[in-house]
């Protein structure tokens, strides 16, 4: 499904981004079980992997990635809380939809993904084909500042490392319109450190790497009170990340990215947080 909303000039820039991204470090780790995710990784890892068999080393540092990008996914899906079956929830910034797949997986419920890429979305809805899902599980062209979906259709909305590319007033506005009342957001991100002062040079090359812009701390908490979304939980995942940085440097799949990701997570200009709030 296309959802017929006028692209801005930049909303065309980031659908051309994102149709042209072929990169190994989503495609061979979505490989590995069928799940496609867009974001980065938590927890330990298995440090032994880097002493494997030559000929096997490379594929277990892909299997161990893809581990850890699992287990992010997971631990936003368990902020969502309880999610009936009968229930609605979105994928705002879907990619190629792994985290939708795996929510749906947890709840039954039915779910909606939405991204800017035709590409993205016609890739995730053959993979919800191949799961045997594709009538729950439904990824759609669109803008998710304007979905065009029901307001108060929705018990549940997420944006897995997606905030990035838009305006965070306009966003949770759209979010709180389509949420039921006591209905829950989440989103991991990550965020520049106001205590540390202005955007740090590493974080302006993660911009720019991923034509993205990257808000401040306190905007995400300013935005959601603007917008009655009261934050329930609060988690700081950078401790948790920077060893799937530290891994992903390590691999066939590195990018030259890991170096700011690394600087910044470790000097503090750089955060990576869970924020969960309700729609009251």
Known sequence: MTISTEPSPYQNDIARYWNDEERPVNLRLGAVDGLYHHHYGIGDVNWSVLE?????RDQAIIDELHRLESAQAELLIDSLGYVA???RILDAGCGRGGTSMLAHARFGCHVDGVTLSSKQAAFANEQA???GVAGRVAFHVGNMLDTGFTPGA???IWNNESTMYVDLMDLFAAHSRLLKRGGRYVTITGCY???YGQPSKAVSTINAHYEC????RSEYF????ANRLTPVQVLDLTPQTIPYWELRAKSSVATGIEDPFLSSYRDGSFQYLLIAADRI
């Not at 494997?52 to 096997?56: I, S, T």
């Not at 812009?213 to 401040?216: E, L, P, R, S, T």
């Open 222 to 225: 300013r935005a959601m009170a």
């Open 193 to 195: 450190n106001e205590v």
């Open 85 to 87: 079956p009968e229930e």
């Open 154 to 156: 929705y018990q549940a």
């Open 213 to 216: 812009n990257i808000h401040g």
């Open 129 to 131: 084909k191949l799961g």
């Open 52 to 56: 494997a068999n030559p000929a096997e």
